[in-house]
């Protein structure tokens, strides 16, 4: 099949337009929700704090009660009870009462300014204090952080771990999420080593099959694993065709160049796939194809394991979070600042596995390492990826670059590079 590479912002947009959201949803307990798409926003079912509460540990009192206070002449308060949170003060304060009052504890009737602790003196009966206190002082008032019926957090977001202290807030003890599309995952290559066996001449160890393992885990979604296949076109026609039977979608590394026995293409023909591109204006991973069958997706990442890495998280990873509804699937980019000299020119778009850090407060960035696309330690070693934009030369120390970041939970909404 002829090649026609096309810019990676093409390729995106065309494995976006197949990945729309599929509609299945279900409900899990909230232990089991992170990392899960929300099918619903999370509507506030009350106010948060449902009731004005002390922001410290302290004495609840009047405020107008403390209006004659100077440095001079301090006022001295009864305590009349303690409220310790989760218990209720019942009694109405009179003119120079207080409750002891800790923090998060509910105020008592007629309460209206909370005295820290600090600011107190000790008296027999209860404390004095030397300044004046305002009404509302030191409370947590009802609905500040959240008014009951307000929207907080769209359908679409990924659950994270403060996203679960809010549904906790409200009782979801169940949540709607979406379902996880079914993921296959085939290696293909008759040099493959499973992780267990001795190195042999001519043959290595099959990295790419654990390394998308981990990136589907990071995203908390489950897959089968089929193993790893050789370059067998009868036999990867057969295991493929198994696997789009029992998923929504397959990744599958190696087979994908130009090679004799790169038969990815020949598979996509026999299983009548329609091929949305099959080689992208980038480095590494430029052999990177993703074709359709019905709904499902065939992501035919590269063999070169930074390529495969890359290709993953440039297109399999936003198309999978797009079918479950998320509406951020893209990871998010930042600029920094090029630690070291990247003397390489640019035909194409080139991703390159980086680390990012701060030198100073400025964000500053510089390749992981060996970074051709058969490259796997500079993938150990990265926590982001350098963009450099196609038909450039050259970029030196100083320079600013644009870095995609890895590993995060939340990403953008659109695809902006
Ligand atoms: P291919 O894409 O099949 O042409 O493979 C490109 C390069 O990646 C070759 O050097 C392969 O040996 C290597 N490779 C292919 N699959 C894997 C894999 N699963 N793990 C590690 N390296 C691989
Ligand atoms: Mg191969």
Redesign the pocket.
């Known amino acids: 099949m002829e090649r026609m590479a096309i810019p990676v912002k093409d390729a995106v947009q065309l494995v976006m337009d197949h990945s729309k959201k599929r509609l299945d949803k279900e409900v899990i307990p909230l232990q089991a929700a992170y990392g899960r798409i929300l099918v619903e926003p999370i509507i506030a079912k009350h106010d948060v704090p449902p009731f004005n509460r002390s922001a410290y540990d302290g004495f609840a009192i009047r405020a107008e009660d403390s209006a004659q206070v100077t440095t001079d002449n301090p006022v001295a308060f009864r305590v009349i009870g303690e409220i310790g949170a989760g218990h209720v003060g019942e009694q109405e304060l009179q003119t120079g009462e207080a409750y002891r009052i800790m923090t998060g504890a509910i105020l008592p009737p007629k309460a209206d300014a909370i005295i820290m602790l600090e600011d107190t003196t000790e008296t027999a009966d209860g404390f004095s204090i030397t300044k004046v206190f305002q009404s509302g002082d030191n409370i947590s008032f009802q609905g500040e952080d959240a008014k009951e019926g307000e929207i907080l957090i769209e359908a679409g977001s990924v659950i994270h771990p403060g996203t679960i202290a809010l549904l906790a807030t409200f009782g979801y003890a169940k949540v709607q999420v979406a379902t996880i599309p079914k993921v296959s995952l085939v ?3 008759t ?2 080593l499973g992780v267990d066996e001795d190195l042999v001449p001519g043959k ?6 654990p390394m998308l393992q981990g990136q589907l885990d990071r995203m908390g979604v489950t897959y089968q694993s089929l193993g ?1 296949m050789e ?1 067998d076109l009868d036999a990867c026609t057969v295991l493929i065709t198994e696997a789009l039977e029992q998923s929504d979608l397959v990744i599958t ?5 130009v ?1 004799d ?2 038969y990815l293409p020949e598979i996509y023909r026999r299983l009548g796939a329609k091929v949305l591109f099959n080689k992208v204006m980038m480095r590494p991973g430029s ?1 990177t194809t993703v074709a359709v069958l019905g709904n499902k997706l065939l992501f035919g990442l ?4 930074s390529a ?1 890495f890359t290709g993953f998280e440039l297109f399999t990873r936003p198309a999978i979070l797009a079918m479950m509804g998320c509406t951020t699937p893209y990871m998010p980019r930042m600029k920094a600042v090029l630690g070291g000299d990247f003397p390489k020119s640019n035909p194409f778009t080139r991703f390159v596995r980086a680390i990012w850090y701060m030198n100073g407060n400025v964000a500053t960035v510089v390749p992981a390492g060996f970074n051709k696309s ?1 490259a ?1 330690s500079s993938i150990a070693r990265g926590n982001g990826i350098i963009v450099f934009p196609a038909d450039s030369s050259g970029f030196q120390t100083g320079m600013e670059v644009d870095v995609l970041l890895l590993g995060q939970e939340i990403g953008t909404k659109t695809w902006d590079l």
């Open positions: 290696s293909t290559g040099e493959l290595i160890r099959n990295s790419n099959g790893t370059d590394t190696g087979g994908v160049s090679g026995y790169d052999v590269s063999g070169n394991p495969c058969n796997v």
